[in-house]
């Protein structure tokens, strides 16, 4: 019979980018990716599939409220991927938690469709591995392929469903060395959706192609930056990464601009964090938000720094500190 279950997964932030598919349906990505599981972000999902009438549809809630529309449609499908595995046509009572600003670029679909696929799997009796779940998660959303795993995680690209999947990255407590100050400059929701803003860049940018180019080399140093424990390293590559895939996005016809003037600010912050001593690199991903890579012993510093530095020009702005964190439970 078919049982109820309860998954915790938490954010992950990409430090190598993952942004165009090559197969949609499948969510295949054009590039492989480098991310770090985070510690406080995290959401926690329950599936049951034993309290709805067999002939219901599937209902979820997060955070409370109903999802319905496309949210709705794309955990069904999800779902409906562990049903045929199972075997089982059992409507599911979802029940979702986030403790992540939703749809602000903090990855809340990762953690999401991570802990989905995770109570799912087990409420249908299905016992997966860690590479099979990073797979069925990546159907729901490509970047939860990464939040299987605590700490460092590699999605390598693949080029076919067995063979797209995230591993953890040996580092040897290196994940435990780096962390990330969040610069919360608008939580609100996002303008262009990611599955959206990748198709828009991948078929109309003309700076799409030379970020891919450059990726591999992105990525090969961040891993041998993180095989030397070589923070600067792993900074630069991180930065160059993430802003070339703005630059590509903005060069997307019609442009995709997540950066607002709060974001300018902040990255010109962070490089004047740099000229002033610190380790300081930045990302951004789907959203105005600025993840700074730092040193774990230097965080909460850099953090008041920013914050002291920022305090005119971006007001109100929230910041939080974010550690290595675990996979899923
Ligand atoms: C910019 O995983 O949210 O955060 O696969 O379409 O659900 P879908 O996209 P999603 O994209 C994440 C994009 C990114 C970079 C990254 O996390 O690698």
């Excluded at 599981?37 to 979820?60: C, G, R, W």
């Excluded at 075997?87 to 599911?92: F, K, S, T, V």
């Excluded at 390598?156 to 290196?174: I, K, L, M, N, R």
Aim: hydrophobic fraction near 45%.
């Amino acid at each position: 019979g078919c049982v109820k279950a309860t998954a915790t997964a938490h954010a992950n932030i990409a430090l190598i980018k993952y942004w165009g598919k090559a197969n949609e349906d499948l969510i295949i990505p054009i590039t492989s990716s480098l991310s770090l599981t985070l510690d406080d972000l995290f959401t926690t999902t329950t599936v049951d599939f034993s309290s709805l009438e067999p002939t219901a549809a599937d209902q979820a809630t997060l955070d409370g409220a109903t999802v319905s529309g496309r949210p709705l449609e794309r955990i069904c499908g999800l779902l409906d991927l562990v049903r045929e595995r199972a075997g089982i046509d059992q409507p599911a009572k979802v029940t979702s938690e986030n403790m992540v600003p939703t749809a602000a670029g903090l990855a809340s679909s990762a953690s999401g469709f991570a802990a989905l696929t995770g109570a799912a799997a087990v409420a249908a009796g299905l016992e997966l591995s860690d590479r099979e779940l990073s797979r069925l998660a990546r159907r729901g959303s490509g970047s939860a392929s990464r939040s299987i795993f605590g700490g460092l995680a590699i999605w390598h690209a693949g080029d076919s469903d067995e063979t797209s999947f995230a591993d953890p990255v040996v580092d040897h407590g290196f994940a435990q060395e780096i962390s990330l100050v969040v610069l919360v400059l608008n939580s609100g929701p996002k303008a262009v959706s990611s599955r959206d803003g990748m198709r828009r860049t991948v078929d109309t940018s003309p700076l799409y192609e030379s970020w891919v180019a450059e990726h591999a080399g992105h990525l090969r140093e961040a891993l041998a930056a993180v095989a030397d424990r070589d923070l600067p390293r792993l900074g630069e590559a991180a930065e160059a990464n993430a802003l070339g895939m703005h630059a590509a996005m903005r060069a997307a016809n019609p442009p995709i601009n997540y950066m607002n003037d709060a974001s300018c600010a902040a990255l010109q912050a962070v490089k004047d964090a740099r000229a002033a001593g610190f380790p300081a690199w930045a990302t951004m991903d789907a959203g105005p938000n600025v993840k700074v890579l730092t040193s774990t012993k230097r965080a909460a510093e850099l953090e008041a720094w920013l914050q002291s530095r920022l305090k005119d020009s971006v007001p109100g702005m929230d910041t939080v500190v974010a550690h290595a964190g675990p996979g899923l439970t």
